[in-house]
């Protein structure tokens, strides 16, 4: 068994002892040394022992704090993807596919924070300080006071940074980077973890704000341990279709703002320009009613966003019909065709199904299910919805349409935008001053009977 040691402590000088005594050798007060039991129990090489911190500064419940300063980049979808602006001593992860315009963007947000008066570093590890320099003279960015460095060795950047003490600091990618103390390739677990708990709590203990590039899986995920996102203050994911213009930053953790806030950008040869109305860019280019298309009025943080729903319905030659879904939840679809043909009686079997959501956008939120369903059946009645009607609510197993939050915001979007009609579910908390005509529905069947004349 292991050798329990027993600390005595002296309560005037705090002077530590293996053995009692009456008198401290310390500071020479009488009857001032009493025992004091260890943090922890086990051999000092395993646990904590018998040494002890220092005591922590507690506060309660009711006290307040002034919120944190921010650094607004000018880039009005940047800021508002961080929550208002750049947060000192913050660590923001971004990832995104390749070529998707990680490096672009930050190029960019880093040209911002640097006129804006940050002192701002970027550190690459993919590319050359020329081609760096070449796409900043792309971009117009050429004249902007922003710090450049090629390097991937994490000694000399902690080094660099710890001398130049920049406001902001910018590492293109975390992949890349290796720290000598751990034995491992660039790009692996340990060396990934490793670097980034150093970056992170550099930040830290400097109050400076660094953000890091990670690489994606090829399900889109950031690679290496989902331990590097809890490091993080903010997670952001820079979405969008290679044969689309638009990209959209996701944030889909952000302890300094609202979580699921979205920034549009469109893709130019002047490279990203941001959109101050996605809604009006995503119907831009509606054609005159078809079957198969349905407008849905989504919350995307605190923002309303409108999209369409795009889909077809076609026999099929196989003996197992195909769902093709791009931009929402496969699952969802199939749960959306199961409650149509049980509550409704309108089978799909047989039937190919492709459903898109138009513009690269991609949709999450339980509250397009009527639209998809809205969709769905325009397509196989070959029945147009009207081109000024929008659909929200969500559809429960049992055929009931469920209502909403921000009925209210999503219909001022919609009467913003020019529509005059909006189909929603029952008990909809819509507001008095919407402005549209609005049909409610308790139930799906109820819905299908009124719009396409079955159920």
């Given at each position: 068994?292991a050798?329990t040691?027993?600390?005595f402590?002296?309560?005037?000088?705090?002077?530590?002892t293996s053995?009692?005594?009456?008198?401290?050798?310390s500071?020479?007060?009488?009857?001032?040394?009493?025992?004091?039991?260890?943090?922890?129990?086990?051999?000092?090489?395993?646990?904590?022992?018998?040494?002890?911190?220092?005591?922590v500064?507690?506060s309660?419940?009711?006290?307040?704090?002034?919120?944190?300063?921010?650094?607004?980049?000018?880039?009005?979808?940047?800021?508002?993807v961080l929550?208002?602006?750049?947060?000192?001593?913050?660590?923001?992860?971004?990832?995104?596919?390749?070529?998707?315009?990680?490096?672009?963007?930050?190029?960019?947000?880093?040209?911002?924070?640097?006129?804006?008066?940050?002192?701002?570093?970027?550190?690459s590890?993919?590319?050359?300080?020329?081609?760096?320099?070449?796409?900043?003279?792309?971009?117009?960015?050429?004249?902007?006071?922003?710090?450049?460095?090629?390097?991937?060795?994490?000694?000399?950047?902690?080094?660099?940074?710890?001398?130049?003490?920049?406001?902001?600091?910018?590492?293109?990618?975390?992949?890349?980077?290796?720290?000598?103390n751990?034995d491992?390739?660039?790009?692996?677990?340990?060396?990934?973890?490793?670097?980034?708990?150093?970056l992170?709590?550099?930040?830290?203990?400097?109050?400076?704000?660094?953000i890091?590039?990670?690489?994606?899986?090829?399900?889109?995920?950031?690679?290496?341990?989902?331990?590097?996102?809890?490091?993080?203050?903010?997670?952001?994911y820079?979405?969008?279709?290679?044969?689309?213009?638009?990209r959209?930053?996701?944030?889909?953790?952000?302890?300094?703002?609202p979580?699921?806030?979205?920034?549009?950008?469109?893709?130019?040869?002047?490279?990203?320009a941001?959109v101050a109305?996605?809604?009006?860019?995503?119907l831009?280019d509606?054609d005159?009613?078809?079957?198969g298309?349905?407008?849905?009025a989504?919350?995307?943080?605190t923002?309303?966003?409108?999209?369409?729903?795009?889909?077809?319905?076609?026999?099929?030659?196989l003996?197992?019909?195909?769902?093709?879904v791009?931009?929402?939840?496969?699952?969802?679809?199939?749960?959306?065709?199961?409650?149509?043909?049980?509550?409704?009686?309108?089978?799909?079997?047989?039937?190919?199904?492709?459903l898109n959501?138009?513009?690269?956008?991609?949709?999450g939120e339980?509250?397009?299910d009527?639209?998809?369903?809205?969709?769905?059946?325009?397509?196989?009645?070959d029945?147009?919805?009207?081109?000024?009607?929008v659909?929200?609510g969500e559809?429960?197993l049992s055929?009931?349409?469920?209502?909403?939050?921000?009925t209210?915001?999503?219909?001022?979007e919609?009467q913003?935008l020019?529509?005059?009609?909006?189909?929603?579910?029952?008990?909809?908390k819509?507001?008095?001053?919407?402005?549209?005509?609005?049909?409610?529905?308790?139930?799906?069947?109820?819905?299908?009977g009124?719009?396409?004349?079955a159920?």
């Amino acid at each position: 068994m292991a050798k329990t040691t027993k600390n005595f402590v002296c309560q005037s000088c705090g002077a530590s002892t293996s053995k009692w005594a009456g008198r401290c050798e310390s500071c020479g007060e009488w009857n001032s040394i009493v025992e004091e039991k260890p943090l922890s129990s086990g051999p000092a090489s395993k646990t904590l022992g018998a040494a002890r911190g220092r005591s922590v500064a507690l506060s309660d419940l009711s006290s307040t704090e002034a919120p944190p300063p921010r650094t607004e980049s000018g880039v009005a979808e940047f800021d508002r993807v961080l929550g208002g602006g750049l947060v000192p001593a913050s660590a923001v992860l971004v990832g995104g596919d390749p070529g998707i315009g990680k490096s672009t963007l930050l190029l960019q947000a880093a040209a911002h924070f640097a006129r804006a008066g940050l002192k701002t570093l970027y550190v690459s590890g993919e590319e050359a300080s020329a081609q760096v320099r070449m796409r900043a003279q792309r971009l117009g960015l050429a004249d902007a006071p922003v710090k450049l460095a090629a390097e991937t060795n994490l000694r000399d950047i902690l080094t660099t940074l710890e001398e130049e003490r920049p406001g902001l600091a910018i590492i293109d990618s975390i992949q890349t980077m290796w720290a000598d103390n751990v034995d491992s390739a660039p790009g692996s677990v340990s060396q990934v973890r490793a670097a980034a708990h150093e970056l992170v709590t550099f930040a830290k203990r400097r109050g400076m704000a660094v953000i890091l590039v990670g690489h994606v899986t090829k399900e889109g995920q950031i690679a290496g341990p989902r331990v590097v996102e809890h490091m993080v203050d903010t997670v952001l994911y820079f979405e969008g279709e290679r044969g689309h213009q638009f990209r959209i930053l996701r944030a889909v953790k952000n302890r300094f703002g609202p979580a699921d806030e979205i920034g549009v950008f469109e893709m130019t040869g002047g490279g990203l320009a941001e959109v101050a109305n996605p809604s009006a860019l995503f119907l831009s280019d509606r054609d005159e009613p078809a079957p198969g298309a349905a407008v849905f009025a989504g919350i995307e943080g605190t923002r309303p966003v409108l999209v369409e729903f795009q889909c077809l319905v076609a026999p099929s030659p196989l003996s197992q019909p195909r769902r093709s879904v791009l931009g929402w939840d496969g699952g969802r679809l199939a749960m959306i065709l199961a409650v149509l043909e049980a509550r409704c009686g309108i089978p799909f079997a047989g039937l190919d199904v492709y459903l898109n959501v138009a513009g690269g956008m991609r949709v999450g939120e339980p509250a397009a299910d009527l639209a998809v369903a809205c969709a769905l059946l325009s397509a196989r009645e070959d029945v147009a919805i009207p081109r000024d009607t929008v659909v929200f609510g969500e559809i429960s197993l049992s055929g009931a349409l469920r209502p909403v939050g921000q009925t209210e915001n999503r219909l001022k979007e919609a009467q913003k935008l020019g529509f005059t009609s909006a189909i929603a579910p029952a008990r909809s908390k819509a507001g008095e001053d919407s402005g549209l005509a609005l049909k409610s529905y308790a139930d799906l069947a109820g819905f299908v009977g009124d719009m396409f004349g079955a159920g």
